[in-house]
């Protein structure tokens, strides 16, 4: 059974830091992606980022190129993402999932943490 969970969210001032982690366990094999999303409210779920676990590329809404990072510790089987010059509008939960290729649309995951709350004041 695989599982997912998140950590690393919290409030934050417009301009500030965090880094999001993602703890995943119960799968074996290596040729996997995973990636990170996030839902504002009132909003659908949005890609945010994407890396593949074997060759790590990574792949990234241009919303959030040259401020958000997306890395992986594999003796940790942990993915984290790094998020610089936060905005307000990067308010949302953010949660990570596990598909099977660098996949953007979330229909293409199909497994996924509980989320992670990351609140940008202005």
């Known amino acids: 059974q695989v599982r997912l969970v998140e950590s690393g969210g919290g409030l934050v001032q417009t301009g500030g830091s965090l880094r999001l982690s993602c703890a995943a366990s119960?799968?074996?094999?290596?040729?996997?992606?995973m990636g990170w999303f996030r839902q504002a409210p009132g909003k659908e779920r949005e890609f945010v980022a994407v890396?593949?676990?074997?060759?790590?590329?990574?792949y990234y809404t241009d919303a959030v190129k040259g401020r958000f990072t997306i890395s992986k510790d594999n003796a940790k089987n942990t993915v984290f993402l790094q998020m610089n010059s936060l905005k307000p509008e990067a308010t949302a939960v953010y949660s990570c999932g596990m598909t099977s290729g660098l996949y953007t649309s979330s229909g293409y995951y199909y497994h996924w943490g509980q989320g992670t709350r990351v609140t940008v004041s202005p």
């Open positions: 890396i593949s676990w074997s060759s790590g590329n990574a």
């Open positions: 119960g799968r074996s094999s290596s040729n996997y992606g």
